[in-house]
């Protein structure tokens, strides 16, 4: 998430024409031990921020949890693997609600759960790096990636959940809010025409968005998860499937690319065999737009078409070794135009898509990918106070002015468009 320490950079997002940013807080700042006494500072910290942004006319969509695990709570019990987590983490929630939720009407509870799951308990290569040999991407000394990987989105699910009944319950009357979930949602489309990666490609989907979207609308996983994963996948209870179960008023979607999917010979082992699919990176996709509205249509058609925020879509780029470089930026210009326009398609096939947010507002540290940047605002990351570029493109998109590709020409800036339906 973007981590905001100045007022001049709420300046520059109403400069720009912002009316949404999405932000997260940190639990670890908050509450520094995972629970009990708030830090004071932390709190003025946010505090101020977000009255900050709503003094410049900007809506905060608040994320709950993004890659921040209070350190405390993995040394003690080990995180998202135990399920003393959802209780902590619902209080947690309830420290926020009660703090921010008079100015905060978005809440998104886990940033891309199937991620931290997949990426954190099987290959081992982001936070907390559990794996197991032979599966994983790194040297593998804790874990078991036949099963964490499984028990930690269960535990995010529940905690999700809880967290969500905990604000129908307690603020919704008087803060009159929403609490959805962020899901990682690539595209995935056959390697070939053949049935076998067809039929992989329906696989990959139950496993990495079913894996959510389905327990969310139908109150547990897919049927080839159960049957593939078998005793490895954990049971809810009856009270479980009830509590999870349209437990989310929207759907927070994190997207950027089309990968291709063929099929794999089955083998047990970990989450990524358990699909049965190779997944193959398609460069060349990053601009191809309607891969998003095919993700949009395929949500509609099978879960129901619940309200969605799109809360990362952008292209990442080598980081530019100098200001003038930063503005020679068309494929960024193109890459937005494009799924801006996929999306508006899907608004107008009947997508209940309610906001889009560009990742990001400028350039940050990326853990993934440290040596590439998002940004639409230009950083100068050797420079001690961190100088910024101003974005040129974005006033010719968010002011409806006709002549872009003038602008582009002559600018070669990078830009944003934010669209929103604010639900009522």
């Not at 830090?39 to 921020?49: A, H, M, V």
């Not at 942004?53 to 949890?65: A, F, M, R, S």
């Not at 079913?210 to 327990?215: E, Q, V």
């Not at 083998?267 to 993700?295: N, T």
Request: hydrophobic content about 35%.
């Amino acid at each position: 998430m973007i981590m905001l320490c100045r007022k001049e950079d709420v300046r520059l997002m109403y400069d720009m024409g912002l009316d949404a940013l999405r932000l997260s807080i940190s639990w670890s700042r908050l509450i520094p031990s995972g629970r009990g006494p708030v830090n004071s500072k932390g709190l003025r910290f946010y505090k101020n921020l977000i009255q900050e942004l709503k003094t410049h006319g900007i809506e905060p969509h608040v994320t709950l949890h993004h890659n921040d695990l209070p350190q405390a709570l993995e040394d003690e019990y080990g995180g998202w693997i135990n399920r003393k987590i959802i209780g902590d983490f619902t209080a947690f929630a309830d420290v926020c609600f009660k703090e921010f939720g008079n100015a905060v009407k978005f809440w998104s509870t886990i940033n891309e759960p199937n991620i931290v799951a997949w990426v954190g308990y099987d290959l081992g290569s982001g936070p907390p790096s559990h794996c197991s040999p032979p599966f994983g991407m790194v040297n593998c000394s804790k874990g078991n990636s036949s099963t964490e990987p499984y028990i930690a989105l269960h535990n995010m699910l529940l905690a999700h959940a809880s967290t969500a009944r905990l604000y129908k319950q307690k603020y919704k009357a008087s803060q009159n809010g929403f609490v959805g979930i962020a899901c990682f949602a690539f595209w995935m489309v056959p390697f070939t025409s053949s049935e076998e990666d067809e039929m992989a490609t329906q696989r990959a989907k139950d496993f990495l968005l079913g894996w959510i979207l389905h327990t969310l609308v139908f109150g547990d996983y897919p049927n080839v998860m159960r049957r593939i994963v078998g005793k490895r996948l954990p049971n809810f209870s009856e009270e479980e499937s009830y509590l999870v179960k349209d437990s989310s008023d929207f759907l927070g979607l994190v997207h950027y690319t089309t990968m291709y999917t063929a099929d794999l010979y089955p083998r047990q082992g970990d989450y990524a065999s358990d699909m049965h699919a190779s997944i193959i990176r398609m460069f060349f996709l990053h601009g191809i737009f309607w891969v998003l509205e095919g993700l949009l249509e395929y949500i509609k058609q099978n879960y129901g078409n619940p309200p969605i925020y799109i809360l990362e879509n952008g292209l990442s780029l080598n980081i530019p070794t100098n200001h003038q470089s930063s503005l020679n930026d068309v494929g960024r210009v193109e890459y937005l135009h494009s799924y801006i326009a996929a999306v508006l398609n899907s608004v107008r096939n009947g997508s209940e898509t309610r906001g889009y947010f560009q990742w990001s507002f400028m350039d940050l540290f990326e853990l993934m990918e440290p040596n590439y940047t998002y940004g639409l605002y230009y950083v100068n990351f050797s420079d001690p106070e961190r100088k910024r570029s101003p974005a040129l493109w974005y006033s010719c998109f968010l002011n409806g002015t006709t002549n872009c590709s003038q602008e582009l020409s002559a600018s070669s800036s990078p830009g944003l468009f934010f669209c929103s339906v604010k639900q009522n």
